[in-house]
């Protein structure tokens, strides 16, 4: 007891030190709360349309390939072809868009990074955050800034889908797509969550002879 006590107080700092590391969230006194939930198929289908559509234009996936994305999310290989944005692209690529990075960099004054660990490299929440605090501003490049990244190279690029779908309908939206690039950052996640719940079944199982048989062993020496 007095050791697990001291492991305790070893390791609170640590993860309490690990939960304050997270990105504040700029303006915002503190970070939304992104909807984050990777069961949910449907949502990350409709994520993954929007993260092809408005941010493979200048940013990269390159760590995953459509082919997993389409096979985990089940969508069929023709119909995630039939929504890439580049004819030429095969389901077997990477998620890498057209754009040159040293001619991005020069456009935008910062090149626009991979986003495949985004989730994770900032959070979910941040991601979300920033994603819905665009608001306009005369003085910068693309006539907005954003409240949780200041001035920000980044125009902002749903612009036209928030005008689409309105204030709620936008962030369901959006909500959406940080759930998918929260499954692109990590697509095991649910399959792991999954051989947990099959370890603590077999464990559960095993109890059950083992304790017959350590009271069988038993018997005879008490
Ligand atoms: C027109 C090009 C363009 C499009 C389209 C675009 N971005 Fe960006 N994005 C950028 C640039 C440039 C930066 C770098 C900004 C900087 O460092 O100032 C950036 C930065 C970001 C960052 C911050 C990265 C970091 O941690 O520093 C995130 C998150 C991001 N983009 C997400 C997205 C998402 C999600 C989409 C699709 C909805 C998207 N972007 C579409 C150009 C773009």
Redesign the pocket.
Known sequence: MKKLLILAALLLPSMLAHASDEDGCGQLKECLTAPVDVTNTASLQRGAR??VN??L???TAKYVRYERVADDLGIDHKTMLANMVWTTTKIGDHMISGGRKDE?AAW?G????D?TL?TR??SPDW?YS??LSFYPDDKRPWGVNNRV?KD????N??ETLKTELGDDGFKRAVGD?VNY?TYMAEPVKTKREHIGWWVMGFLVILFIPVYFLNKEYWKDIH
């Open positions: 929007l993260f408005y941010c234009g200048c940013h991005q935008f910062n090149a626009p990074p986003l985004e490299l900032r991601v920033y994603l990244f920000v190279a980044m125009p690029a749903l797509l690039m």
